[in-house]
């Protein structure tokens, strides 16, 4: 037996080679697994993509210099509005509770829905192929249904209110629930749920103990997110009928009082700020510091070890000791914060039911309003429009998504990095990029691209811009959040062996965040689509400008062909999103 710290026969040569030598031993032992063409085949087409919207970019022809020098049309545009007015105190604090108690409602109402259909969709935990593909169809279908679209058909088969709103908002918001809650069961440690099925659970189990536990933070954080999303909605809807702020922002621009119009537009930016700061207050108080790795709880059922090497039930309180004291635990400070914000939580719920006076009879009478809503949307047709002249808006659609797409990578990337707590350099810079990305998204896309076509005029630029700078805020927060959830054990190591932040960042993060950073890019392409139609409505370029005609002239069945042209879209972005997720994880 060699004695430890004995040297070999190679580290006898004296010629330097014993480290050459282990080197090449190592590398015959592990091998580098050669990259699969189907990898290669996903690498390219992603860079297809990126160079299509840099083509895209460059056709769009945004000109800085030029849009400084059309300033003066916001200028001349401001001087004829006048000083900002608003609604009545009580009118204007009724308009926003309403607003927002449609908004919860509906959002609420996607999120219950969307945790059986996200079940089938995941491949980890679907019954078969064919439930998976049926669940994810469903999903991409809510989602290329606009909303807006969708409380068109609501308005006619129910009565003007916040009813068409709610119901609007809650399918659309399927679309992205149920995939990003589909998105965090593929991605869960199979181990507790395998552990659960070897001990003979059931598949409730399985989901309640080994699936809930781990996929509840990213849940909570996809369902405050979409919320905000939904809030910015609510102004689109408006101009379809919807009570709240949006309906009243709608009329003041149809009867040209544009000081009312701003000064409401403004009061939904502040609102959409204040209901973003609220949410991250919500988040990080259910989810805890620990909220990259593991439920409230997981911690409160199995809390973590500390850095000495005690049992686990030192850190456990006294009435976490055994189940029967377990129940008759003592009210602490902390369990009465946690109980008096869960009876909040309902009670703003039920307030938020109570505030959208919904007409419930609706759902009984609306069934013999079906086939005729249903006749005027099918069969689908382009009617007076000449079919080249709307796949030629549809192109120039999906030009303006992949150039605002691209146009937001790294500024979110950037943005996103900063704001995440496990690579910011210090709490001052993650601040910073959190206020900049709370900012941002709490500017409508739809009152920025009003704003844009002001000073830059009718047409595709002013929808880029529009979309470019709100998809900042989205796939930065996405970005931040995907880095935080991260497993720190690697960055740790690395720090350990003296790696620079920088290095760190590159080699531990990122490729860790890889998956969720191609999946969020691809959520960025498939909502800037959605996006880049609606903004057509103000003169954003695009297939927009036929569906706001189409829709004004009641000739829904040109709507339905401009959706199916959208849905056709959104499914091979699906598709490709799909494929390249399965291709690099």
């Not at 945790?115 to 439930?131: F, R």
């Not at 101009?239 to 702020?245: H, K, N, Q, S, W």
């Not at 549809?394 to 790294?410: G, Q």
Request: hydrophobic share 50%.
């Amino acid at each position: 037996m060699t004695a430890l710290g004995a040297p070999t026969d190679s580290a006898t040569r004296g010629d330097g080679s014993a480290h050459r030598g282990g080197g090449a031993t190592v590398a015959e032992r592990a091998p580098r697994r050669p990259i699969s063409p189907e990898r290669i085949a996903a690498s390219l087409t992603l860079v297809a993509l990126v160079v299509l919207g840099i083509i895209a970019v460059r056709d769009v022809d945004i000109s800085i210099p030029a849009m400084v020098q059309s300033w003066g049309n916001a200028e001349n545009f401001m001087a004829r509005v006048g000083g900002l007015s608003f609604p009545e105190p009580a009118d204007l604090a009724w308009l926003i509770a309403l607003t927002v108690g449609l908004v919860l409602v509906g959002t609420l109402l996607a999120a219950v829905l969307s945790v059986p259909i996200a079940y089938l969709a995941a491949s980890n935990t679907t019954p078969g192929n064919g439930w998976r593909a049926a669940a994810r169809f469903i999903g991409v279908l809510t989602r290329a249904l606009p909303d807006v679209v969708l409380a068109m058909a609501f308005v006619l088969m129910f009565s003007l209110g916040t009813l068409p709103g709610i119901l609007a908002i809650g399918i659309h918001s399927i679309g992205m629930i149920s995939k990003m809650f589909a998105d965090a069961i593929e991605q869960i440690d199979e181990g507790p749920r395998l552990a659960i099925r070897a001990a003979g659970g059931s598949k409730m189990q399985e989901f309640t103990a080994g699936i809930l536990p781990q996929v509840l933070p990213s849940w909570v954080a996809t369902v405050l997110h979409r919320n905000d999303i939904n809030l910015r909605g609510s102004v689109v809807l408006g101009y379809v009928g919807v009570a709240g702020l949006g309906l009243e922002m709608s009329y003041a621009f149809k009867s040209l009082n544009y000081g009312k119009g701003l000064g409401i537009a403004l009061v939904i930016f502040i609102l959409c700020i204040a209901m973003e700061i609220v949410s991250s207050m919500v988040r990080g108080a259910m989810l805890g510091e620990q909220k990259h790795t593991r439920s409230w709880i997981d911690r409160l059922l199995h809390p973590r070890l500390g850095d000495r090497a005690t049992p686990v039930s030192a850190d456990r309180p006294a009435w976490a000791s055994s189940p029967q004291t377990a129940v008759r635990r003592p009210w602490t400070a902390q369990r009465v914060r946690h109980t008096i914000a869960g009876v909040v939580a309902v009670l703003v719920v039920v307030g938020s039911v109570v505030v959208s006076q919904i007409n419930w009879m609706d759902f009984f009478t609306f069934w013999a309003k079906l086939p005729d809503v249903a006749a005027r949307f099918w069969p689908p047709s382009f009617g007076n429009y000449d079919a080249s002249a709307m796949f030629q808006a549809m192109r120039e659609t999906i030009a303006i998504a992949l150039a605002a797409t691209v146009l937001t990578l790294l500024p979110s990337l950037l943005l996103g990095s900063l704001a995440a707590r496990n690579v910011a350099p210090n709490s001052g810079a993650r601040g910073t990029a959190r206020l900049l990305l709370v900012g941002i998204r709490g500017i409508p896309e739809l009152i920025l691209a009003i704003v844009l076509v002001v000073i830059t005029g009718l047409g595709a630029q002013a929808g880029v811009i529009a979309l470019a700078i709100g998809g900042i805020g989205l796939l930065g927060k996405l970005i931040a959040d995907s880095f935080e959830e991260v497993d720190r054990g690697p960055e740790r190591a690395l720090r350990a062996v003296g790696a620079t932040r920088l290095q760190t960042y590159a080699s531990a993060t990122v490729p860790q965040g890889m998956q969720a950073l191609i999946g969020h890019s691809f959520y960025m392409l498939d909502t800037n689509i959605r996006a880049a139609t609606i903004l057509g409505i103000v003169g954003g370029g695009g297939v927009g400008y036929y569906l706001l005609n189409a829709s004004q002239g009641s000739r829904y069945e040109t709507v339905t062909a401009i959706v199916l042209m959208i849905l056709a879209t959104v499914l091979v972005v699906e598709g490709l999103a799909m494929w390249m997720r399965k291709v690099f994880r």
